[in-house]
């Protein structure tokens, strides 16, 4: 079971959402970091918090990056995750932006820096 929130902020730009989950068994917080790192290498426009570092909205501000982060419960099976992106720029337009890239084979971030 995965229960996703994003959270309404008073602030101009920005989207902070947690995903609670339950894990299939126990791990340690490296072990879930070590994942999350080799699911998401070498793709550009996502970076993976070191433990127990947690993302904020205003680090992605004006960027195209989506911040992940998460917490371990001491049991080692329910884990919050904690993204960040500035809904402005990684919301649909930079998404159409991104996509354009890639069909016609331009560099993915192309007017995206």
């Not at 959270?7 to 917080?29: A, D, K, V």
């Not at 001491?74 to 884990?79: A, H, I, S």
Request: net charge neutral.
């Amino acid at each position: 079971e995965l229960i996703f929130t994003p959270h309404l902020l008073p602030i101009p730009r920005g989207i902070l959402s947690t995903i609670y989950l339950r894990l299939n068994r126990e791990m340690t917080p490296l072990e879930v970091e070590s994942c999350f790192r080799n699911f998401y290498s070498g793709r550009r426009w996502v970076r993976v918090f070191q433990t127990p570092k947690l993302p904020q909205v205003q680090f992605c501000l004006q960027t195209n990056y989506c911040d992940l982060g998460f917490c371990l419960a001491e049991d080692g099976q329910r884990l919050v995750l904690i993204s960040c992106i500035d809904n402005l720029l990684k919301g649909a337009s930079g998404q159409a932006v991104q996509n354009m890239n890639l069909m016609y084979g331009w560099q993915e971030d192309a007017g995206l820096q």
